[in-house]
């Protein structure tokens, strides 16, 4: 098993009030004065894992990395790193390294002196300065940039000067602050291939945070879904995906039809859920945890397969009658949107194959049945969990 | 339509033309001419004016290149921790204690010199407590018409000149930089020495320049908080000028002036290396 490169025990950081003042609002429920970014985290990173926190902007993951970092201090909790208690170190006493969200590159110092910046500090000789610096130079590939100013690059330059000012001082983490959200699309994709790439060249630790979904489903070993200071969901990016726990979790991972359900029984190895228009659905208890309260049943969209009303679906499947209200073409699939008896909407993905080279796609209007296996479907809480657009309270501390 | 740029700069260009160029073409003439405000003046090409300037006034020239000189240096050792706490931890005070520093400066160049004198006389407030009510100095003490009165005055009113570039060169760079440099193994001293103060060597140039300049050709503080001895070459500007009307001599001592100060420029920008002055 791999050894702990970070452990974080009941991080938290309230900004703005003194810690633990508290008023009642005129319900009775109790707010903080100030706003809690983080909210009594405890996590593991493993040494050599790229790791992702993943959340919209104010969920707490920059303000997480930073007390990582040692640019804030924690309002309670602890910060390991290899073992080593390191929560009330600078961060020039830390064995870490940030690349930060703008690059943060020194504009009077050469390509050259900001990738030995740390070295320097360090006091490394100047002959293994040089050696390291154009080695990692290298990996970036960036050599023959040295005597480039900051100003003289382009922005996905910078960004791995960035990457290579951080990598060269060989810390035992190294922090990435959105690093690609400066960059467009294409050139982040490439980015996100070679972020990859050197992670695994150099086998040290990343920890990532992001706010788009994709990119860390690419890169990532393992992803913290974070929420409101806390993490909904901490697991590699299939389970992730295919088995999200939280209505957050589904909804900010791609897109999952959420359906109320009541559960109604257990039978070899499946559980009966009731729907609101009173069909029943088949989930694998596999996928069951001690959900409480009213739950929904998740399918993606791109699982669901439609047929006629007159078409009987294969054996075993959950179906669901509907009527299709709207269809768009978007290439590589075609995106329904069906309504049910009692008026939820379901969105169904389709590959454009047979009914695309026929030009037999779907019409809106057309009574359709949706069948998908019970083995995807997953099971969430419902209520409780917030969805991923009502946070915006918090954006101030993104 | 090509002529759109030249007509916007038509308006600048006459204004130096008849108040600087013009001006300054006469002053040169001036200094190679002879005879009296009586006579009148002839343009002759003598350069005695420039000889007498330099043989008679070193003393002058010396003081104005000390008390400039020492005065822009205090500046900079009082404005710039002003500058760096109101730029990084001036928060939503920023503007007041920006307005602060200026606030001085409503009342007349004059005025203010003046009080300094009153304040700083041998039985003033501050001369006269610590004599008589602590006993700390001697009766004899003085501060007025001395040196060091001198470069106190001039140190107080160009401060503001030097602060407020200080100001704006620290307060453009980005946080972000020295929580890099500290990421990067600096500690808090060896950020400012890397990161900051480099950085901040634009507004530094533009301080000093600033005080350095005006504090050279000034004469007021000499006048009021000097002695005979103190005297800078704007006094000696001064007096040729209007007081002895030797029109010659006061246009080749400027001229002196202006030439010293271009060349003392020139290295300076030199030393502090161009580059820091345009990235």
Known sequence: ?398 | MAAAPFLLLAPGTLWLLIFFVWPTLQMLLMSVSTGSLDDGYQVTGSLDAYGTAISRFPKQFGNSLLYGGAATVLDFLIGFPVAYTVAFRGGRYKNLLLFLVIAPFFTSFLIRTISWKTLLGDEGPLLGFLKHSLGVLPAEFTVTGTSFAVVAGITYNFLPFMILPLYVALEKIDPALIEAANDLYASRWQAFRRVTFPLALPGVFAGSILTFIPALGDYVNATLLGNPQTQMIGNVILSRYLTLNDYPLAAALSFILMAGIIVAVTIYARFLGTEQLTG
């Open chain 1, 1 to 398: 098993m791999a050894d702990v490169a970070v452990r974080l025990t009941q991080l938290t950081k309230r900004f703005g009030d003194p810690a633990g003042r508290r008023s009642a609002t005129a319900d009775g429920s109790p707010t903080a004065e100030g706003v809690t970014a983080v909210d009594h985290i405890d996590l593991e990173v493993e040494d050599g894992e790229f790791f992702s926190l993943l959340g919209p902007s104010g969920c707490g993951k920059t303000t997480t990395l930073r007390m990582i970092g040692g640019f804030e201090q924690p309002t309670f909790g602890r910060i390991e790193l290899q073992g080593e208690d390191v929560t009330w170190l600078p961060p020039y006493r830390r064995n870490v390294n940030t690349v930060f969200q703008n690059y943060a590159l020194f504009p009077h110092l050469s390509v050259f002196e900001n990738v030995a910046f740390g070295l320097r500090r360090r006091k490394v000789p100047i002959a293994e300065v040089k050696r390291r610096v154009s080695e990692m130079l290298e990996l970036v590939e960036l050599p023959g940039f040295e005597r480039r100013k900051p100003s003289q690059i382009s922005g996905g330059q910078a960004q791995r000067v960035a990457l290579a000012r951080a990598l060269v001082n060989k810390p035992a983490v190294l922090l990435l602050d959105e690093p690609l959200g400066a960059l467009d699309l294409k050139l982040r994709r490439q980015m996100q291939v070679e972020l990859k790439r050197i992670q695994e060249e150099v086998g040290i630790t990343f920890i990532y945070v992001t706010h788009d979904q994709e990119e860390a489903m690419t890169m990532s070993d393992r992803i913290a879904v974070m929420n409101r200071g806390r993490y909904e969901q901490l697991g590699d990016p299939e389970v992730l995906y295919e088995r999200p726990r939280t209505r957050f979790v589904a909804g900010f991972l791609g897109v999952s039809n959420l359906l109320p359900a009541t559960m109604d029984g257990q039978a070899d190895g499946y559980a009966a859920f009731r729907l609101g228009d009173g069909t029943t659905v088949r989930v694998p208890t596999t996928v069951l945890e001690d959900q409480s309260g009213s739950v929904a049943v998740g399918v993606r969209p791109e699982k669901i397969r439609m047929h006629e009303t007159d078409q009987a679906s294969p054996p075993g499947f959950n179906s669901l009658g509907g009527t299709i209200v709207d269809a768009s073409y978007i290439g590589v699939s075609t995106q329904y949107i069906v309504r049910m008896a009692d008026g939820r909407r379901v969105t169904v993905y389709e590959q454009n194959v047979e009914r695309a080279t026929k030009s037999e796609l779907w019409k809106t209007g057309e009574q359709v049945v949706l069948a998908w296996s019970p083995d995807h479907c997953f099971v969430v809480e419902e209520g409780g969990g917030a969805a991923p657009e009502s946070d915006e309270e918090l954006n101030a501390v993104a």
